[in-house]
């Protein structure tokens, strides 16, 4: 009889068989897809799988548990669920960081471990985690951390998470558990129960990765702990390693209750130093190495700043008496030569290593000295403690090890069995920036082909944003899961698409599908090119063009990464980038782009910024090669004929310079946006997804305009493109034969084929406007303006006028003197003349000289230098009468026959907003002008008179340029005769520059350069570098639209240390209100090596 098959769409169905399931259908898919590729290993295929070596194979063997653990009931129910062999794999996470943990559970699966806890923050995030780690589950506590004390908000938010999950590693040792407990940026790169429980490692109970964070070598001399990684095997439950788990929990708890009288207000121990995990178990061990109560780690590093000092000599002694006592009864053993298994030679790279180790003693009562600082506990437990102490108690039925601070228990406390303390090996335990940025994780170095690491903790990559340095790195190493990432964040897997609401340029294409992209990259041929440069500032050159380029062609740039045998990178030698250990400098990401040869690309650790990233302002390459190798079937997605821009037209000079070894920057096009954005825009190349930069570009940006603006935050923002931040970090790192950098700029046009073809040099077009000539060797002026030109950056991306001035030729010159004597025309009753000779040199200064209304001649001082093609030129400017003739001599110095008369203050009044006009005050070695003309727009709403002061080679006031600081303009300063102003004309409106020398009320000097600028859009700039040597700084600030401040730039110095106060400035976008603070420097989190502090000013 054949069997009936049951339809469960049919009427007569159970109903069971009815019910809806009992997941979501979205949970279900993540399920499917998070199990598919695992389910052929969970099914019968195992011998390849790493864990078949330790026979700790827990894949399928496990079941997924979600709950919470507070209760001995509760804990015992996930343990049973989660462990295998009685091995747990502890993490914690939450829901805003879990693909971190997915990354790490990914990574364990793929070695056939599934014995994986996670522990959350809440029952209503573990169902979050739970969806994304639906193998592994979450559990939770219902138990916070209170976070208390005068110092709380430097506990970091993930401290209650931290606790607990120490809370839940005592307890499962008290239930006879083998924990390993892990952060969850960590990389197993092979199974660590293969050592674990194998002699050597199988000796000892807790193995715990050192605190070495700069350099493996640096192993030899560790003494403390991370708190990140460490392993518990065959502890005693009453012994000294459940004792010193369970002390890690309890020791905050005990200052917590007592309201933190004891220990910070009595005794002047931070409250936030030992809030860490790490701290208290640093403060633990302390006392299992010694036998008894210790606080070594709180007395020692932990004394608030203010009591130390105030003690500084009571300090010191104690720090002496605990290191001495550490070093005779708590010593660190070492152990030179410990032979391992064959086996591992490769992974360790040799058969014997160092070991260093403690042996733990179960702490006994013993009477405080004080020699060795305060006693820190209070002398009863309150509630908390006592919770604590009898849920450990509940959690197994086993004697509690003998109270430490009861005299009776003593001698049952030295009784209890010793176990041993094992600072891991670096092979085993390390992070990143000690051992795997010199190579031992990436197996094309490596003699055996695989990583030289066990466990790798990325912990530590300085100067990036954690989140994304550490993906990063899991990237670099091939340890990166891209489909977790992509189930994860769906369209959003970038870092360009995260940190916004907004998907790039537009919606996604379809649900679950992938963002459209529209990316700028280096072309290949421009690319090796960066094997040649010589400085970070060429590479940086090269950034900022590509991003300059992309943001006006509407695309994302391709952030390129430079070969590692670049001299700027291998400064010992290009060896030292293809052999173990890299002798490449810090602040790389080694990488290799296959799996075959030691060709290893470097990115840079500056990039790795939300900054650089976020929201559309960079993709990395290592994404690049991703996402290129999913797009290979569209069209262009490789570079081509099409997709390639940036051609030079055919002739002498058209190859690349890198081609012969020589860096790109050699040779940089100079281009108005206008001519890039006429050819390549996105309107025009909407269907190439990716376009390829064959040379270098520099863009040329009119000033004042959104579009301006907005580029030189994105800029000045991202770190890898900000100059000055990058001086400042490299102060303590300091280049060892630093190389002056290649910088040659050229000018040129693109064709309307897009062939990019030489033209002449137009200053604020293809070239940077004109700027200040150098001043006469030896001068006072030179020595003040080389001391300005080290702390000068107007935040564009304009380069100097000295670069720029040397590719002029004849035409360009002549076409800038111009447009500046049209411009000058411009002014109220003003006449304009222009001279000129030919001559056989090639080296020549045009000069623009102001000259007063008054009867008296002036001295012209040269403002605006170029140098041109057996060209010389110089212009007068007269108001009102007529222009005295200035002379001209061989080297191009402008020269003036009388001094002019004082000019007594005068005031304009401006009734009418619109309708304002501005005075600028011209002062030149030996007298003043003043003149007048209409604003080139309408003045910004609000504005107040102008004044000017009188001077004449004697002290004088400055004009305030407006009346109260709640129409955001600038106060009026103190300035002396003692240095000439300078004034620099330019073609689409004027800039007013004055190089200036003043005596302060304080008796300190300072001197700097002026700029202000109105532009088009009625916004204006006003600037202020200055060195002061009291101490104190100057501050600088960027006009915008409508008169608001947007882009305050200022690096200060401080004479009277003789070393720079390096100042970050804050940002504004005021629109006529007060703006203040402009600038924080030699104090704070950006405080420079300098003494006194730099102080901004008000505008």
Same mark, same amino acid.
């Given at each position: ?49 790493? %864990?078949?070596?330790? @026979? ?201 209750? $007592? ?14 130093? $030992? ?76 058969? $014997? ?44 039925? %086993? ?37 795997? /940025? ?281 770190? &890898? ?56 060797? @030896? ?25 720029? &001035? ?53 001295? =012209? ?7 041109? =093609? ?96 709640? $129409? ?59 060195? /002061? ?25 401080? &004479? ?15 629109? @006529? ?27």
């Amino acid at each position: 009889m054949a069997s009936k098959v049951v339809d469960p769409s049919a009427a007569g169905a159970p109903r069971h068989l009815l019910q809806p399931l009992p997941l979501p259908p979205p949970l279900l898919l993540r399920l499917f897809l998070f199990l598919t590729p695992l389910m052929s290993l969970a099914c019968g295929v195992r011998g390849s799988l790493p %864990c078949e070596r330790s @026979g700790y194979c827990s894949l399928g063997r496990t079941m997924p548990f979600m709950g919470e653990v507070d209760s001995a009931l509760g804990l015992r129910k996930a343990l049973a669920a989660r462990s295998y062999k009685q091995e747990v794999i502890l993490m914690a996470t939450d829901s805003e960081h879990v693909l971190g943990a997915m990354q790490a559970v990914g990574n364990l699966l793929r070695l056939g471990l599934e014995h994986v806890m996670m522990l959350s923050s809440s029952g209503s995030d573990c169902v979050r985690v739970a969806a994304a780690l639906p193998s592994a589950g979450c559990v939770w506590l219902d138990w916070e951390l209170p976070v208390l004390g005068a110092e709380r908000d430097l506990v970091p938010a993930a401290v209650p998470l931290w606790h607990n999950r120490y809370r839940i590693a005592a307890r499962a040792v008290r239930m006879r558990y083998n924990v390993f407990l892990v952060d969850t940026d960590v990389i197993f790169f092979d199974d660590p129960y293969v050592y674990f429980k194998s002699p050597p490692f199988a000796n000892f109970t807790i193995i715990n990765q050192p605190e070495v964070l700069y350099d493996q070598s640096d192993y030899a001399i560790e003494t403390e702990p991370n708190g990140g990684v460490l392993y518990i095997q065959n502890a005693a439950p009453d012994g000294p390693a459940a004792w010193l788990l369970a002390e890690v929990v309890h020791r905050i708890l005990r200052w917590i209750e $007592n309201g933190f009288q004891k220990s910070r207000y009595q005794h002047h121990i931070a409250t936030w130093c $030992n809030y860490m995990d790490q701290d208290g178990l640093r403060d633990g061990l302390t006392s299992v190495r010694l036998g008894r109560i210790f606080f070594g780690f709180s007395v020692r590093d932990c004394r608030t700043s203010d009591w130390r000092v105030a003690n500084p000599e009571r300090h010191q002694e104690i720090v002496n008496a605990v290191l001495d006592l550490l070093n005779d009864e708590g010593t660190v053993h070492q152990d030179e030569q410990v032979e391992l298994p064959p086996a591992w030679g490769l992974v360790a790279g040799g058969r $014997n290593v160092t070991f260093r180790y403690y042996t733990m003693r179960m702490p006994a009562y013993s009477a405080w000295d004080e020699r060795y600082g305060p006693y820190l506990y209070p002398l009863t437990r309150g509630p908390l403690s006592k919770q604590w102490l009898g849920q450990l108690r509940g959690d197994c039925e %086993c004697p509690l090890w003998p109270d430490p601070e009861d005299p009776d228990a003593s001698l049952a406390a030295k009784a209890m069995p010793l176990e041993h303390f094992l600072l891991a090996p670096p092979f085993l335990m390390l992070n990143w920036f000690a051992r795997g /940025r010199k190579g031992f994780w990436h197996p094309p170095l490596t003699p055996g082909g695989a990583p030289q690491q066990v466990v790798g903790h990325l912990h530590y990559i300085p100067g990036t944003s954690p989140a994304i340095g550490k993906a990063v790195v899991r990237m670099a190493v091939g340890q990166y899961d891209w489909l977790l990432a992509r189930q994860m964040l769906g369209p959003r897997m970038y870092f360009l698409h995260q940190g916004t609401d907004a998907v790039q340029p537009g919606p996604e294409t379809q649900p679950g599908g992938w963002a459209p992209l529209h990316l700028l990259a280096l072309h290949p041929s421009l690319e090796s090119g960066l094997a040649f440069t010589r400085s970070w500032e060429e590479y940086m050159e090269l950034l900022r063009g590509l991003a300059t380029v992309a943001k006006i062609l509407q695309r994302v740039p391709v952030w390129p990464d430079t070969p590692c045998t670049a001299p700027w990178i291998a400064e010992a030698g290009a060896e030292g980038a293809a052999s173990l250990p890299l002798t490449i400098r810090q602040e790389f990401v080694p990488y290799s782009k296959s799996t075959a040869g030691v060709n290893l690309s470097c990115m840079w650790l500056p990039l790795l910024t939300d900054r650089c990233l976020y929201g559309g302002r960079g993709m990395l390459a290592l994404e690049f090669e991703h996402w290129r190798d999913q797009m290979r079937m569209l069209p262009c997605i490789e570079p081509d004929e099409r997709s390639t821009i940036g051609r030079l037209a055919a002739g002498p000079g058209s190859s690349m310079p890198a081609t012969n070894g020589t860096t790109p920057t050699a040779r940089i096009l100079s281009l108005s946006r206008d001519d890039v954005a006429r050819t390549w825009s996105l309107k025009r190349t909407s269907d190439l997804k990716v376009l390829y930069l064959l040379n270098p570009l520099r863009l040329i940006l009119p000033k004042g305009t959104e579009e301006t603006n907005k580029l030189v935050e994105v800029l000045s923002d991202c770190k &890898a493109t900000n100059h000055d931040e990058i001086v400042l970090d490299l102060t303590d790192k300091p280049y060892k034969q630093p190389a002056e950098p290649i910088l040659k700029f050229v000018a040129a046009t693109v064709d309307v084929d897009g062939i990019i073809r030489a033209a002449p040099s137009v200053p604020g077009y293809n070239m940077p406007p004109l700027e200040l000539p150098p001043p006469q060797e @030896g001068s006072q002026q030179q020595n003040q303006q080389q001391q300005l030109s080290e702390t000068w950056s107007d935040g564009t991306d304009l380069v100097n006028a000295t670069a720029a &001035a040397a590719a002029a030729d004849a035409a360009a010159a002549a076409a800038a003197v111009g447009a500046i004597v049209a411009m000058a025309a411009a002014y109220v009753n003003g006449t304009a003349a222009w001279q000129g000779s030919a001559a056989a040199s090639t080296d020549f200064v045009s000069s623009v000289a102001v000259l007063t209304s008054e009867t008296a001649s002036t001295e =012209a001082q040269p403002v605006a230098a170029t140098r041109t =093609a057996a060209q010389e030129a110089a212009v007068a400017i007269a108001t009102g009468t007529q222009a005295s003739e200035v002379a001209t001599s061989a080297s191009g110095q402008a020269v003036a026959t009388t001094v002019a008369k004082t000019i007594t203050a005068t005031t304009t009044a401006a009734s009418d907003p619109a309708a304002a006009s501005i005075r600028t005050d011209v002062w030149v070695a030996g007298g003043s002008s003043s003149m007048e003309r209409p604003h080139p727009s309408p003045s910004p709403a609000g504005r107040s008179p102008t004044s000017a002061i009188s001077h004449s080679g004697t002290a004088h006031e400055a004009a305030t340029h407006g009346g109260s600081t709640a $129409n955001g303009q600038v106060n009026a300063a103190a300035h002396s005769g003692s240095v000439p102003w300078d004034i620099s004309l330019e073609a689409g409106g004027w800039t007013h520059r004055q190089a200036v020398r003043s005596a302060d009320e304080n008796g300190g000097i300072a001197s700097g350069l002026h700029g202000r600028d109105p532009n088009p859009h009625a916004g204006f700039e006003w600037g202020h570098v200055g060195e /002061r040597s009291n101490g104190a700084g100057g501050s600088g600030y960027r006009g915008g639209p409508r008169g608001g401040f947007v882009r305050p730039r200022f690096r200060g110095r401080a &004479a009277e240390a003789g070393h720079q106060v390096a100042g970050r400035l804050r940002r504004y976008r005021a629109y @006529g209100g007060r703006v203040g603070d402009a600038f924080q420097g030699g104090v704070g989190p950006w405080a420079g090596k300098g003494s006194g502090d730099a102080v901004g000013a008000d505008a």
